[in-house]
């Protein structure tokens, strides 16, 4: 983990995570909208990667599809290729893919509008094992913080008020070059 | 009310996934909410391509609602409502993983139902601080972009030419 003192999540903003508890993670870059989850998993920090259809943002492939299929052939374009474990080896960098199978559907706002904070089956983030094993994250728009465990950020909220990762989907690996 | 000066829309989901399309995707020089001049009972939806089978999530048929006065508001007035909308939209999508998310926001599709009347307010909160009013902008400016494609995904360098085609066009003081 970075050196101390440690810094952690505004109370507000951690109880998004169920199971993020102190002793689990800590904050290590401040928040910025520059780049998110998946570009910090690729490794960039200097650009916002979204496979957003109308091509804004950067995305390496030529599909653009939020869903957990297209996030896996972008890592493998990257040289990821996906793997069952998540326990660290000496020869490989891994990543993982979360994604929520409920979403947050009964979020209606006052408007009626559906308030789709998290769609059912979407990738909902990327996370970055590092040579110690401990994960790299980069919570959305938030902060970036190194977790001890991919279960630190699990958790479904169906009432459209919280943040929610679902769970790990995926794990890849790539050989450490 | 002026029938002819007003926008309506149903909010089904295929209303919003007509508008998400309109805000990632399918901004061919149409808008998907259109007035209703022509139309006035009811506006034409625009074919939803964004979520694919995931628009088929029912969450039921309201009755129409009138969500704005477009033509007889004042600039003062939008910008109000601009204000209001913006500060929602940031308020309750902070904490957002996605921007697919965040434009999804009832708060951001309303305020692009207002039309590119709405450009130079989007335009002055970029310049105060960067923010996801990228597609928003792209979709009001009819799917023109002033980003370098090799600059796609840099805010600083998004914003920066987003504020350089507002300053150019009159749209940014």
Redesign the interface.
Known sequence: MASSPKRYLPQE?EE?FPCLTKNLYEVTRDET??Y??I?LAAGDR?????P????????PISKRE?TVECFVEMFESLGYQKCKCSLKKRLFEKVALYYDPVGC?EA??N????????????P??ATKQLLNGIWNSK????EEIEHRTLRCLNGTDITGK??S?GKPVQILKRALS | MDEQNVIRFVPTISAIAAMSALALGDVSGNTAIQNTAQEPAQSTIATPIFFGEQSAIAVGSEPTITIAECNTETDQELEMNFNRLSKKWKAETSGYYSVASMVMHPAYLEIISHGEKMIPFILKDLQQKPSHWFIALKTLAKNYSPVKPEDAGNIKKMTEAWLAWGRANGKLS
């Open positions: 903003r998004n909208i520059d998110n989850c570009a200097t650009r916002r990667w979204e957003d259809p109308s091509g804004v943002y950067y995305w939020y559907v209606v706002d408007f009626g509008l559906w308030h789709p904070e998290v769609l059912p089956n979407f909902t983030h919570l959305g728009d938030w919280r943040s990762y």
